[in-house]
């Protein structure tokens, strides 16, 4: 398996415009974890999906933030509008949970570097 | 609610000395417990992991950590450092919801 696929590596964008990232997680996993690395706040769990369902959105930081997982294979988190201060590293990870288990290990992807200008 | 204490933010030391990162947790009930690498420009690596049995655990690169209950405490240790072990190290836990959170991260530097 490739891995965690993240897309774009890097987006740079203007102030107000929709940005979308995509991540296609590890098949067969059943977890997709989304979070947000800055130097300021470290990394963040955003949303937490499990068998495509969104299970924890606390962290997701106001309305402008959106994600979704149509399917096993894919999700987006969706920022509009951006703003300077969603400048930032986005991971994702997916794992594997067993019925009535806990997740064992997390695999991340490489991350999009997101600027906002 | 659940939280990772990474003590130290950044950790100096000359190679081949020994090193130990530190990290608690707090939790009423039974979690998993992981550490990871971050090197530069690049996403998370899993280390180790506590999941049951015997609270020593080995990992890849020569480390090891010691989950102790008593003092919720999982601190990583590695006996002799290499320079190619500079890199940004996170604690995680598991929660019985599912979701991973992680501490603030502890940047290991080493030395010539």
């Known amino acids: 398996d490739a891995g965690v696929i993240q897309s774009p590596r890097h987006e740079v964008t203007e102030m107000g415009q929709e940005v979308t990232l995509r991540c296609k997680p590890i098949?067969?996993?059943?977890?997709l974890f989304w979070y947000r690395q800055t130097m300021m706040r470290g990394l963040e769990l955003l949303i937490y999906?499990?068998?495509?369902?969104?299970?924890?959105d606390s962290g997701m930081p106001e309305d402008r933030f959106s994600a979704k997982m149509p399917n096993a294979s894919f999700s987006t988190l969706k920022i509009q509008p951006s703003e300077p201060r969603d400048s930032a590293v986005y991971f994702c990870?997916?794992?594997?949970?067993?019925?009535?288990?806990?997740?064992?290990?997390?695999?991340f992807g490489q991350g999009t570097r997101l600027t906002v200008v | 609610a659940q939280s990772v204490t990474q003590l130290d933010s950044q950790v100096p030391v000359f190679e081949e000395a020994p090193v130990e990162l530190r990290c608690n947790y707090s939790?009423?009930?039974?979690?998993?417990l992981f550490w990871y690498v971050q090197y530069p420009n690049q996403g998370l690596q899993l280390l180790l992991k506590?999941?049951?049995?015997?609270?020593l655990v080995k990992g890849i690169n020569g480390f090891e950590a010691e989950f102790n209950k008593s003092q919720t405490s999982f601190h990583l240790r590695k006996p002799s450092v290499h320079i190619s072990d500079t890199a940004e190290y996170f604690c995680?836990?598991?929660?019985?919801?599912?979701?991973?959170?992680f501490g603030a991260g502890t940047r290991l530097t080493v030395k010539p």
């Open positions: 990870a997916s794992s594997l949970a067993l019925t009535g288990k806990m997740n064992t290990e997390a695999f």
């Open positions: 098949s067969g996993h059943n977890s």
């Open positions: 999906f499990n068998n495509n369902v969104p299970i924890d």
């Open positions: 939790s009423s009930v039974s979690v998993y």
């Open positions: 506590y999941l049951s049995g015997s609270t």
């Open positions: 995680a836990v598991t929660r019985r919801n599912n979701d991973m959170r």
